[in-house]
């Protein structure tokens, strides 16, 4: 099986730590999402929704700095991020190849799955060449018990830089591929009742995490 190397992988790669990085400013309220009424990349990517599903009502007790609002999970893959930006880093593979995910697609636990809605939404995404032994992006978006959230990834997540950036929580580790001579990077971020778990191998992705929560909030 070939590898596919479409990202560098040279020491400069392991500079770029936040591979996902969430910014303050640009979570915030006052920043429009980009329109995505395009496909994602590929495809096989799915046809954006031009709108996206309410999140159930929810009864959970609010918490504080934590619970600030509320968003809503895009229909549709091509409405997670904004059309044809990450094309560059991972959009242009395969989306939820069934040879990568199975079909129906099989959505693999996480540290998210504890604290998950059981009635909640929930969207699952993976841009990945089956060719290709480790190079992939995956975006998990669900809703999840805000009450439980918060404190169940500050206790469930060992190694991670984990910070309260004013909207959510965020914790993101990078480290080297045990395998192969690439980075990998994990990031949570939970905000309100919405769980964002993104995971990335030999992709640098510099402000996806913000795109992410600007297609959520």
């Not at 500079?15 to 990085?21: E, F, N």
């Not at 495809?43 to 007790?61: D, G, L």
């Not at 992006?137 to 997540?157: E, F, G, M, N, W």
């Not at 990031?187 to 795109?211: C, P």
Request: hydrophobic share 30%; aromatic share 6%.
């Amino acid at each position: 099986m070939r590898r596919r190397t479409s990202i560098g992988i040279t020491a400069a790669v392991l500079v770029g730590v936040a591979l996902t990085g969430c910014t303050q400013g640009s979570a915030g309220a006052g920043n429009s999402p980009t329109s995505t009424t395009g496909s994602a990349g590929g495809t096989s990517s799915p046809t954006a929704s031009a709108t996206a599903t309410p999140r159930p009502t929810s009864t959970i007790t609010a918490v504080p700095g934590v619970d600030d609002d509320a968003g809503r999970l895009p229909d549709s893959c091509s409405g997670l991020i904004t059309a044809g930006k990450w094309d560059t880093a991972f959009a242009d593979a395969p989306l939820n190849d069934p040879a990568v995910v199975g079909d129906p697609v099989q959505t693999p636990k996480d540290d998210l799955t504890p604290v998950l809605q059981p009635d909640g939404k929930r969207l699952y995404c993976v841009w990945r060449d089956p060719r290709a032994d480790t190079t992939f992006l995956s975006i998990r978006v669900a809703v999840v018990d805000s009450t439980k959230a918060y404190p169940h990834l500050q206790s469930a997540l060992s190694g991670y830089d984990c910070s309260l950036d004013g909207y959510g929580y965020r914790c993101q580790k990078v480290s080297q591929n045990a395998q192969y001579p690439v980075t990998d990077g994990d990031t949570y971020y939970t905000r309100g009742d919405v769980g964002i778990h993104i995971e990335q191998s030999n992709v640098t992705t510099s402000g996806l995490l913000d795109d992410v929560v600007s297609h959520t909030f």
